[in-house]
């Protein structure tokens, strides 16, 4: 079974610029998170996907972050413009849901991240 | 607001020895706690998942425990080896979203 796959896995942009990262999460998980790690600090969530609907977009750091899940499958998060404050690593994560209170407590598989560098 | 402490921020032990990581948290109303483990460059991999309701699990050499009450887990590896060596992480589910420590670097000389 794959796990779960982000693309690109680096990325390299001048300041204003928009980029696009994908992420696309085990076959049959309807949960997707997205996380992210700043230079020098932890791992922090930024929002929550149960299928198409967001569930939790509580970190999102402001509305030059957009994320999207048509369709359930495969998500999208674009920066635009983006910052320098932006760089870091960007953790796409999955888990199975088989009902709502289940799904909360199931593990979540991370991928391997893309390295996003804002110059 | 969930703070999750990781110590020691880094460990360096020689092979074979069994070593304790610490992981706390100050707020106990979670869903679970993971424990991942993270090698330079790569992602996380998930090592143990405890629920809320369990006290430990246990993987292989790997042995995870967790008192909710006192906001406290550890992650004991047994016979570690250089292979071990890598980042450990610990996060608290709360509602769905996990909470990350700084995570723990181990160094396993042989």
């Known amino acids: 079974e794959a796990g779960v796959t982000q693309f690109p896995s680096h990325s390299v942009i001048e300041k204003g610029q928009t980029v696009t990262l994908r992420c696309d999460p085990i076959s049959g998980h309807d949960n997707l998170y997205w996380y992210r790690r700043v230079m020098g600090k932890e791992i922090k969530f930024l929002l929550h996907f149960v299928k198409e609907s967001k569930q939790d977009e509580s970190g999102m750091p402001n509305n030059r972050f957009l994320a999207e899940r048509t369709g359930g499958t495969y998500s999208t998060l674009k920066v635009q413009p983006a910052e320098l404050e932006d760089s870091g690593v960007y953790f796409c994560?999955?888990?199975?849901?088989?009902?709502?209170?289940?799904?909360?407590?199931?593990?979540?598989?991370f991928g391997p991240g893309t390295r996003l560098l804002v110059l | 607001k969930q703070e999750v402490t990781q110590i020691p921020a880094a460990l360096s032990v020689p092979e074979g020895e069994n070593l304790v990581l610490n992981c706390s948290f100050t707020d106990s109303a979670i869903y679970n706690l993971q424990w991942f483990r993270q090698d330079p460059g790569k992602g996380l991999t998930s090592l143990l998942l405890?629920?809320?309701?369990?006290r430990e699990q246990t993987s292989g050499r790997l042995n995870a425990s967790l008192d909710k009450s006192s906001g406290r887990s550890t992650l004991y590896i047994a016979a570690s080896q250089p292979g071990d060596s890598a980042t450990y992480l610990c996060?608290?589910?709360?509602?769905?979203?996990?909470?990350f420590g700084q995570g723990t670097e181990l160094s396993v000389k042989p």
């Open positions: 996060a608290v589910n709360q509602g769905g979203k996990l909470i």
């Open positions: 405890i629920q809320s309701s369990q």
């Open positions: 994560a999955s888990s199975l849901q088989t009902s709502r209170l289940a799904g909360l407590q199931e593990t979540q598989y």
